[in-house]
T-cell receptor, first 114, second 112 residues
Framework: NAGVTQTPKFQVLKTGQSMTLQCAQD?????MYWYRQDPGMGLRLIYY???????DKGEVPNGYNVSRLNKREFSLRLESAAPSQTSVYFC?????????????FGPGTRLTVT | EDQVTQSPEALRLQEGESSSLNCSYT??????LFWYRQDPGKGPEFLFT???AGEEKEKERLKATLTKKESFLHITAPKPEDSATYLC?????????????FGAGTRLAVHP
């Protein structure tokens, strides 16, 4: 099993450009999450999807949108990138609800917005 | 305000020198505490879940313990391959959703 996969691994955007980060899991998990990780700060939840067909805002949702395409895939979209969105983005999945069970993380996407 | 604080920020050990990492938390309604290991350029890797004060979990040279206010990750006779950032996260049952709050991590370097 590949676990949680993310594409791309690296991306450089100019301010105002848009892009979509892709995430897929092959563990048949119901819940999926998007986090950002910034130096000196803990991982912060952007959006999550408790089950297929549902999405909810996390701690820092502004400037992002998500789509739970099916049970396997959960994408994160930046409509108009800003330098403040420079970060490392992690996708994660768990068998059940937020925090109730351990989450498994992908390798991350390192995004730079200039 | 719900908060998770990890200390120290960085720790340097000699191989075989045992030590402990601390995760202190102030949350309303703790439902679980998680420890993760993160290697440079990679995603966090799950280590342990603790649910109640007094609980302990072990894996190789690592042992996690939980009290009502903090958790410790004890590293016994560490090896260079234990070098990583260790993250603590707590699940709080307050607010509109069950938040998972991460600490900033402790960077551990074990030297031969």
């Amino acid at each position: 099993n590949a676990g949680v996969t993310q594409t791309p691994k690296f991306q450089v955007l100019k301010t105002g450009q848009s892009m979509t980060l892709q995430c897929a899991q092959d563990m048949n998990h119901n819940s999926m999450y998007w986090y950002r990780q910034d130096p000196g700060m803990g991982l912060r939840l952007i959006y999550y999807s408790a089950s297929e067909g549902t999405t909810d805002k996390g701690e820092v949702p502004n400037g992002y949108n998500v789509s739970r395409l099916n049970k396997r895939e959960f994408s994160l979209r930046l409509e108009s990138a800003a330098p403040s969105q420079t970060s490392v983005y992690f996708c994660a999945s768990s068998s059940r609800g937020l925090g109730d069970y351990e989450q498994y993380f992908g390798p991350g996407t390192r995004l730079t917005v200039t | 305000e719900d908060q998770v604080t990890q200390s120290p920020e960085a720790l340097r050990l000699q191989e075989g020198e045992s030590s402990s990492l601390n995760c202190s938390y102030t949350v309303s309604g703790l439902r679980g505490l998680f420890w993760y290991r993160q290697d440079p350029g990679k995603g966090p890797e799950f280590l342990f879940t603790l649910y109640s004060a007094g609980e302990e979990k072990e894996k190789e040279r690592l042992k996690a313990t939980l009290t009502k206010k903090e958790s410790f990750l004890h590293i016994t006779a560490p090896k260079p391959e234990d070098s990583a950032t260790y993250l603590c996260a707590v699940q709080a049952g307050s607010g509109g959703y069950n938040k998972l709050i991460f600490g900033a991590g402790t960077r551990l370097a074990v030297h031969p």
